[in-house]
T-cell receptor
Framework: NAGVTQTPKFQVLKTGQSMTLQCAQD?????MSWYRQDPGMGLRLIHY???????DQGEVPNGYNVSRSTTEDFPLRLLSAAPSQTSVYFC???????????FGQGTRLTVV | AQSVTQLDSQVPVFEEAPVELRCNYS??????LFWYVQYPNQGLQLLLK??????LVESINGFEAEFNKSQTSFHLRKPSVHISDTAEYFC?????????????FGKGTLLTVNP
């Protein structure tokens, strides 16, 4: 049981490049979320999904797209990276009706 | 909307000393409360949670937190810390009865345990 798996662990992008951060969970959780962590800011919610085909915006959605075609996967896309998107990104999943969120190990993204 | 305030950004202590990490929250509805721990270069792990019932909750590694509704607080305590407790600690809330895909986090408290 791998839990929540994020790839890659590290990435450096040039301004304007695009990329997809991958997130997969094998716990059959209905809910998945993306957060970004910045120094002194804690974690802030970017996007979330309550099931396949259903996504919604969180607190800081600008510059990011998501889709949820399967229960297991919830990729986060940066269409045109900006230095302000330099951050550590965490994916989380939660079982419907349960309170505990499980987090991946994070992706450290640097945009230069 | 909910908000979480962690009153200390850094807490340095000596090994075997007691520690308290403070957390206050604001919400117009009932909430669930959580403490997550992040060791260096790792993801977040749930340390303990308050959903309902007894206001004092404990973790397996000696931490405890007490939910105080009147003071809207959920402070984390440990009577004797170890070097291995060095980590960043995050307090978080979510709407009670809802599902936990929308957590609101505090800004974190870096606990440094010195020998």
């Amino acid at each position: 049981n791998a839990g929540v798996t994020q790839t890659p662990k590290f990435q450096v992008l040039k301004t304007g490049q695009s990329m997809t951060l991958q997130c997969a969970q094998d716990m059959n959780h209905e809910y998945m979320s993306w957060y970004r962590q910045d120094p002194g800011m804690g974690l802030r919610l970017i996007h979330y999904s309550v099931g396949a085909g259903i996504t919604d915006q969180g607190e800081v959605p600008n510059g990011y797209n998501v889709s949820r075609s399967t229960t297991e996967d919830f990729p986060l896309r940066l269409l045109s990276a900006a230095p302000s998107q330099t951050s550590v990104y965490f994916c989380a999943s939660t079982k419907q009706g349960r309170a505990e969120a499980f987090f991946g190990q994070g992706t450290r993204l640097t945009v230069v | 909307a909910q908000s979480v305030t962690q009153l200390d950004s850094q807490v340095p202590v000596f090994e075997e000393a007691p520690v308290e990490l403070r957390c206050n929250y604001s919400s117009s509805v009932s909430v669930y409360l959580f403490w997550y721990v992040q060791y260096p270069n790792q993801g977040l792990q749930l340390l303990l949670k308050y959903l309902s019932g007894s206001t004092l909750v404990e973790s397996i590694n000696g931490f405890e937190a007490e939910f105080n509704k009147s003071q809207t607080s959920f402070h984390l305590r440990k009577p004797s810390v170890h070097i291995s407790d060095t980590a960043e600690y995050f307090c978080a809330v979510s709407v009670a009865g809802g599902s936990n895909y929308k957590l609101t986090f505090g800004k974190g408290t870096l606990l440094t345990v010195n020998p």
